[in-house]
């Protein structure tokens, strides 16, 4: 049965907001939501769904609709309040550290971190939950992870190291056809001057990452937070004794791998024996 949990729920009273606020100016300016939506690059349909707080409108909507309609920046100003609105209630903390963070340090055990992912293995992750997702909520995740990966794109350049195990880039999740366009992600994602992959390989006999993934960001003032996450919890730890360990441990986690180039080579070589 599809259905949606409380944790799965966008930020609806943000989104409604936004929408009354997008559609006041539009009558005012005497567009109907077709001529509307034709200079804004969407349909009727959808410019109803956005103005009843249905649909999370995208930062490119929401500047191009400022400027349509002349709102001075009126709209634009909710656009940061609009974006973390988008993200499940878990994890909303996590997205706006992950926004200000100069350095992101993330293990992942049982999923390539959603920074990483691509479109097609997100959706083949998130039609595979249990109770089922609708699919209105998939349409969110989805947008809401390709979101996310605008931190690659912003500078300064946030310093961004992950650490993966290798069941990871072997696991055939959606086929192996999604697999070959993931692995073929972080080929292209590893490249990046500001970015470091590295690979678990399944022969280590130490392995400091036994108590589970998690990820350790750091913001602007040296501030450390480290977020947890299993069965759609979350936990952000914030005292400096939990953080300083965890730092530490990631340290560890990290010379265990196989460095960074190393591990390009291992996910070249894997891409190539699919």
Wanted: glycine residues 8%.
């Amino acid at each position: 049965m599809e259905q949606r949990r409380p944790e799965d729920e966008p930020g609806t009273g943000v989104v409604s907001a936004f929408g009354r606020q997008l559609k006041l100016p539009r009558v005012r300016a005497g567009l109907d939501r077709t001529e509307f939506g034709k200079r804004v690059g969407y349909s009727a349909e959808s410019v109803a769904s956005f103005e009843q707080g249905r649909r999370t409108p995208q930062a490119k909507l929401i500047d191009r609709a400022d400027e349509v309609l002349d709102a001075g920046g009126v709209l634009k100003a909710l656009k940061e309040e609009v974006g973390r609105a988008q993200f499940p209630a878990f994890f909303r903390d996590m997205a706006r550290l992950e926004a200000e963070a100069v350095e992101l340090c993330a293990y992942d055990t049982l999923v390539i971190n959603g920074l990483l992912q691509t479109e097609k293995y997100m959706r083949a992750i998130l039609s595979m939950r249990r109770p089922l997702l609708d699919e209105e909520t998939i349409e969110l995740r989805v947008a809401a992870r390709l979101a996310r990966q605008e931190n690659f794109n912003r500078w300064p350049a946030p310093l961004l190291s992950f650490v993966m195990e290798e069941p990871l880039l072997r696991e055939p999740l959606g086929g192996k056809a999604v697999l070959r366009g993931q692995l073929e992600h972080l080929l292209l994602i590893g490249d990046k001057r500001n970015v470091e992959l590295q690979v678990m390989p399944l022969d280590r006999e130490d392995n400091a990452g036994v108590d589970g993934p998690f990820t350790v960001i750091t913001r602007k003032a040296g501030e450390q937070f480290v977020y947890a996450e299993v069965q759609g919890r979350s936990n952000l730890l914030t005292k400096r004794d939990e953080t300083n360990l965890a730092a530490a441990r990631y340290g560890i986690i990290r010379s265990q791998a196989l460095s960074p180039r190393e591990s390009l080579d291992h996910i070249a070589k894997l891409l190539g024996e699919l």
